[in-house]
């Protein structure tokens, strides 16, 4: 490794020297377990330096331990990596805002009379750029593609967000959310309802996963799937039937998979309409 350079010739500080007078900084003043620094993946070397010469700080081995570099890959437009320099870039508020145009724009296509538009597209809009950015492993570099980014049908937050929404209209329509003690479980033994409850299963264990690695898309991708798997259930059963025991059950099922999406939603930051 090269060496890790803390003072110029003329005595002036580097990044180095400031990031481990910061890290002296952090120990002191919060005494963390754990600090993630989370950058771009061309700032693994300087971290890899910094934090081996922060052994050498006389911290006590509890915070040198708990450095941790959390890289990420870049966003690039269509045409190319984003530079200042040549002033291609997008300013996070920037973008934010033309995505809440841009759902506000679709609202009133597909849904005119809808209430509250206003905070719905908010809610779709930063929904969509925040699962954009978390739904590929974080070292991989990001194409910017707003088709892609708001498309309602494909893997994307917009989505996740509707059939959110879908099973709130099926809860709405069942009037009430039936007591666990009343369900009977046996009555799901279609292939749907098996292939659903056996994911929803693995929640906790993913939710594990993501934060051992850093990795938010292993969120992302699970509650993908959990939706699909939702969609498929959906529609291949009649959840509102005259068999009140089956419409208990499979009311029970749509409501705790609207438990599941708007927890796991929320663990990226994505607030859930109620409506879309």
């Known amino acids: 490794m090269p060496p890790c350079i803390i003072e110029k010739t003329n005595g002036s500080t580097t990044y180095a020297t400031r ?21 771009s993946y061309e700032q693994i070397l300087h971290f890899k330096q910094v934090f081996e010469t922060a052994k050498l700080l006389g911290l006590d081995k509890k915070y040198t331990d708990g450095l941790e570099h959390v890289p990420f890959g870049m966003v690039q437009l269509k045409t190319g ?6 002033g291609n870039i997008i300013k996070l508020e920037d973008l934010l805002n033309e995505a809440i145009t841009r759902v506000s724009k679709i609202i009133e296509e597909k849904n005119s009379n809808l209430e509250n538009k206003e905070e719905v597209a908010k809610k779709v809009g930063i929904g969509a750029v925040i699962f954009n950015d978390l739904y590929n492993s974080r070292i991989k570099d990001e ?8 498309n309602f049908n494909g893997e994307t937050g917009p989505y996740l967000q509707y059939m959110y929404v879908r099973t709130n209209s099926v809860l709405e329509k069942a ?6 003690k009343n369900i009977k479980m046996e009555l799901l033994n279609d292939n749907s309802s098996i292939n659903l409850m056996k994911e929803m299963y693995n929640f906790e ?16 991708r699970y509650l993908i799937n959990i939706a699909q798997l939702f969609s498929t259930f959906y529609n291949e059963n009649k959840i509102i039937c005259e068999d009140k025991d089956l419409q208990n059950a499979r009311v029970y099922l749509t409501y705790c ?11 990226l930051g994505i607030q859930m309409p109620d409506k879309m």
Do not use: C, H
């Open 19 to 39: 990031d481990l007078a910061a890290i002296m900084y952090r120990a002191r003043t919060y005494n963390y377990d754990k600090a993630l620094y989370v950058t």
């Open 205 to 220: 264990s993913i939710v594990k996963q993501s934060a051992e690695k850093n990795e938010p898309y292993i969120i992302s």
């Open 143 to 150: 194409i910017f593609d707003w088709d892609t980014m708001l």
């Open 257 to 267: 998979t609207n438990i599941m999406l708007k927890a796991g939603a929320s663990l």
């Open 81 to 86: 990596k984003m530079s200042t320099r040549e």
């Open 175 to 180: 009037n009430e959310i039936p007591s666990i």
